[in-house]
C-alpha cells in the first residue's frame, strides 16, 4: 500500500480582510473616477482625481498589493491615461509601505510626533519621487513640458495645495482620528507575519 501525499496548503496571497478593503476602496476610487469627481488644479484645463488618497489609505490599511491594484482600478476609466500610466501610481503604496509600520509604532507611542513624521513623510514623497515620475511623463512622453525640470517644478509649486491635501493632508486626518483602523495588519508577502 502506497501512502498518498497531501500537498501543502496554499497560502492566499491577500487575506479576507486586505482583499474587502481592497474592493471597497477601489470600488470608491474607481466609481469617483468614472463619473467625474475630480478637484480643479492651478493650470488651465487641469483636474486632479481623489485616487491618489485611495492608493494612500489602501497602502496604509491593506499593504502595497492593495495600494497598487486601488492605482489600477482607479486609472482604469481614464481613456488614453489610465491604461498606459497606471505603473506611475506604484511608487505611492510601495513607499507608503514601506515606512508606514514602522510610523505607525511610533504613532502608538506618541501620537502628536507620529502623526507629524507621517504627514511630512508623505508629502516629502509626493513633493520628490512621485512628481518626478509624472514630470517625467508630461515632459518625455505627452511632451506637455520642455523639461522633466519645468514640468516638476510646475506640478510641484502650483500643485502642492491639491496634491498636499490628497496625498499628505487625508491620510493624515485618517491616522489621527481613526488610528485601530488603520493598524498595519497585513505583510509583505503571503504566509509571512
Excluded at 470608491?28 to 488644479?41: H, K, R, V, Y
Excluded at 500610466?85 to 507620529?114: C, D, E, Q, R, S
Excluded at 520642455?146 to 493624515?172: D, E, R
Aim: charged share 10%; hydrophobic share 50%.
Amino acid at each position: 500500500m502506497t501512502e498518498e501525499k497531501i500537498p501543502p496548503r496554499r497560502r492566499p496571497f491577500m487575506s479576507a480582510r486586505q482583499v474587502a478593503l481592497t474592493a471597497v476602496i477601489g470600488g470608491i476610487a474607481f466609481l469617483c473616477e468614472a463619473i467625474g469627481l475630480w478637484a480643479p488644479t492651478p493650470w488651465p484645463g487641469g483636474t486632479i482625481n481623489i485616487g491618489g488618497f485611495a492608493i494612500t489609505l489602501a497602502a496604509m490599511v491593506a499593504g502595497p498589493w492593495s495600494g497598487m491594484i486601488v492605482g489600477w482600478l482607479d486609472l482604469a476609466p481614464m481613456a488614453g491615461f489610465g491604461p498606459i500610466a497606471g505603473w506611475l501610481y506604484w511608487w505611492t503604496p510601495l513607499y507608503t509601505a514601506a515606512t508606514y509600520p514602522f510610523i505607525y509604532k511610533l504613532v502608538m507611542k506618541n501620537k502628536p510626533l507620529g502623526v507629524g513624521v507621517f504627514f511630512v513623510n508623505q508629502l516629502v514623497n509626493m513633493m520628490t519621487i512621485h512628481n518626478l515620475l509624472f514630470a517625467w511623463w508630461f515632459s518625455a512622453v505627452t511632451e506637455s513640458f520642455p523639461t522633466v525640470a519645468s514640468a516638476w517644478y510646475y506640478i510641484t509649486v502650483t500643485g502642492t495645495p491639491i496634491f498636499g491635501w490628497i496625498y499628505a493632508v487625508l491620510p493624515t486626518i485618517v491616522l489621527a482620528t481613526a488610528t485601530k483602523f488603520v493598524e498595519p495588519r497585513w505583510t509583505w508577502f503571503p504566509g509571512r507575519k
